[in-house]
């Protein structure tokens, strides 16, 4: 029953849904999901925490980089279940289509690039609430 509902938990939420489907693909890193979703990084990362605890998706850490994956083989039935039917049910999704284009963009971007910008632009944001 815990894993259930750790699943319906983590499905429950149109981010990580959208985490999720950017997935489908193949692994991406943190700083590409922040791209993506337009969040900060503290709220991507609990998101993916939520996934991975429903064990949803899995993570790898490289250097200093942390990317994600759809969870492989080793995960209970009612996980890739699940996952399967997020997939079918929003398959046309105006939003889900969306996230694919911008998806494309931001893959042409190295890893490291990305992240340089998104601190860049978290060090502006930081800079004029001061002010």
Request: aromatic share 4%; hydrophobic share 40%.
């Amino acid at each position: 029953m815990l894993s259930f509902m750790a699943i319906t938990n983590a499905l429950a939420d149109e981010n990580r849904v959208r985490i999720l489907l950017s997935l489908r693909g193949g692994e991406l890193c943190v700083c590409q999901m922040i791209g993506l979703l337009g969040l900060a990084p503290s709220t991507v990362s609990k998101h993916l925490f939520i996934l991975k605890h429903a064990r949803l998706v899995e993570d790898r850490k490289e250097g200093r980089w942390m990317y994600y994956r759809l969870a492989g083989e080793e995960v209970p039935t009612q996980a890739k279940e699940a996952i399967a039917w997020v997939c079918r049910s929003i398959e046309g999704n105006a939003r889900i289509l969306k996230d694919a284009e911008r998806l494309r963009e931001l893959l042409n971007l190295h890893p490291k690039e990305l992240c340089r910008m998104q601190n860049r632009k978290q060090e502006a944001l930081s800079g004029s609430q001061h002010h």
